[in-house]
Nanobody, 121 residues
């Protein structure tokens, strides 16, 4: 089995910062993409940042220049440093990992349980 666990959410005032962390553990041979997907009430889950094993990053227009994604391949972790937070960043943030398990020649998608980020105005 594979577990994906997030931490680091909380309440912050507009303009403040938060850092989210996520660790994938369990039966893992390798991890391809890791990413963060916030989901606000009544809205779909949309990608805001992703990182490949080589460190290539992708950001949505809404967070580019404010958020930074990074990963530690040796520890199977990914982090999201969020600066200059806005009330519209409020959401449950889900960590995503595309994992290849030992003995498999394909990748499966795994999600964490989510961590709440609330930005007050």
């Amino acid at each position: 089995q594979v577990r994906v666990v997030e931490s680091g959410g909380g309440l912050v005032q507009a303009g403040g910062s938060l850092k989210l962390s996520c660790t994938a553990s369990g039966s893992i041979f390798s991890i391809n993409s890791m990413a963060w997907y916030p989901q606000a009430p009544g809205k779909q889950r949309d990608l805001v940042a992703a990182v490949t094993p080589s460190g290539s990053t992708t950001y949505s227009d809404s967070v580019r220049g404010r958020f930074t994604i990074s990963r530690d391949n040796a520890k199977n972790t990914v982090s999201l440093q969020m600066n200059s937070l806005k009330p519209e960043d409020t959401a449950v943030y889900y960590c995503y990992a595309r994992v290849r398990r030992p003995g498999a020649d394909w990748y499966d998608d795994y999600w964490g349980q989510g961590t709440q980020v609330t930005v007050s105005s």
